[in-house]
């Protein structure tokens, strides 16, 4: 009676002994998964918090950038005047790489430009690959300084009125340039024939001061 006394008690020993590891184990496991769980953090996705006002002036400026990109390159294999074709040239290495700017600003405010043109913007495109090739020329630089006074406004819009500072920074840095293609545009209009009075009355949507710019 003694000796299964005695091993009773050591089988209750081994079961307390065993239960206690038991627990042990568990109590390791559980502070190695909250080890391994990294604490919150701040979220590394880009900021959503942009104004309507901001997101739209963001997807406008990339379709226009890409609208003159797509025309840049049907002028480089339509036109024959030497002016036009390096007006084209710039068009396209300038909106190239203003777009490239674009796309980081926007990236930042966790906006996805489209990759392609709008129906809108495609339709003009198209329109101007169908044209004449005799009166191509004259076409093209019209779109471009039409295209260009609608961007200088929007962007001095921007300018204005956009809270968000690397969007207005932008608006603002890309100002001079399109006022540069505007002149230069409104150079080869000139050199391919397009009369006085179309260039006046497409240039007189602009304020005056920006007026003042594509005379010098």
Known sequence: MKTYRTHQMR?????KVGAALGAAILTAGALHAQSATPPPSASTEPSANVSH???????????ANQTEIAMANVAEGKSQNTQ???LARMMRTDHEQN?????????NHGIALDAK??????????????????DFDKEYTKVMLKDHVKCIKRFDKAVSDIEEQDVKQ????????LRHHLQKSEEAARS??????TITSILKELPAEDRAVTSR
């Open 117 to 134: 043109l709008d129906m809108l913007n495609q339709h003009e495109v198209n329109r101007l690959q169908k044209a004449n090739d005799a």
């Open 53 to 63: 006002r901001a997101k739209e002036f963001l997807k406008d400026a990339g379709q």
């Open 99 to 107: 777009y490239g700017q674009l796309q980081t600003i926007a990236q």
């Open 192 to 197: 391919v024939g397009v009369d006085e009075s």
């Open 170 to 177: 932008y608006a603002q840095s890309t100002l001079p340039a």
């Open 84 to 86: 036009v074709k390096e």
């Open 11 to 15: 089988l209750t020993r081994v079961l």
